[in-house]
């Protein structure tokens, strides 16, 4: 069974402050790791994708990458009100189940002005 | 450019009934996946359809079934609806079986009564 963990929250971050969400996932083979975002009632929205160990960038957003420690995460700098939404950490594996997507349940992070 | 379409946004349907949801992809995609997403929980894979045939299956009992057409867009068909089959229906579009960057839908919600 190929597990994705969030930190459930929910994260509660002044804005401007810099907020962090963390994903652990099980299955060592895992490939592709993605970060959705989702308001309440709509659906996800893909914000950050990453393949390599590392940090990629876009914007205010920062998703770091290390397989060795299985180990994903989400930095939104410069957090707005805006931001308040759900983040979903998504995997993908490797192997048989290619193709496939493995979500964790999702932190709640909340921006008060 | 189009994104993935979904038909119809709410349902309400009678214990025993069945339903056909409707996703049309992106624009230049050939994959479709369905995802069930019950409140609190992260989106679980159901199956994902490329070139007209199921080619992933996650846990998802048979009652759950889909098609995929030519012009690449797809149903999912639930027979006998239960009560916790109620929940929010995406569908996510991409292009190829890897682990390319998935595309979501604006989702069906499904209430079972």
């Known amino acids: 069974q190929k597990e994705v963990e969030q930190n459930s929250g929910p994260l509660s971050v002044p804005e401007g402050a810099i907020a962090s969400l963390n994903c652990t996932y099980s299955?060592?083979?895992?490939?592709?790791f993605f970060w959705y975002r989702q308001y309440s009632g709509k659906s996800p929205e893909l914000i950050m994708s990453?393949?390599?160990?590392g940090d990629k960038e876009d914007g205010r957003f920062t998703a770091q990458l290390n397989k060795a420690s299985q180990y994903v995460s989400l930095l939104i700098r410069d957090s707005q009100p805006s931001d308040s939404a759900t983040y979903l950490c998504a995997v993908g594996p490797r192997g048989s189940t290619l193709g496939r997507l493995y979500f964790g349940r999702g932190t709640q992070l909340t921006v008060w002005p | 450019d189009a994104g993935v379409t979904q038909s119809p946004t709410h349902l309400i349907k009678t214990r025993g009934q069945q339903v056909t949801l409707r996703c049309s992809p992106k624009s230049g995609h050939d994959t479709v996946s369905w995802y069930q997403q019950a409140l609190g929980q992260g989106p679980q894979f159901i199956f994902q359809?490329?070139?007209?045939?199921?080619?992933q299956r996650g846990n998802f009992p048979d009652r759950f079934s889909g098609h995929q057409f030519p012009n690449y867009s797809s149903e999912l068909n639930v027979n006998a609806l239960l009560l916790g089959d109620s929940a929010l229906y995406l569908c996510?579009?991409?292009?190829?079986?890897?682990?390319?960057?998935?595309?979501f839908g604006q989702g069906t919600r499904l209430t079972v009564v």
């Open positions: 990453i393949y390599s160990n």
């Open positions: 359809y490329y070139e007209e045939e199921e080619r």
């Open positions: 299955d060592r083979g895992s490939q592709s």
């Open positions: 996510a579009s991409s292009l190829g079986l890897v682990n390319t960057e998935a595309f």
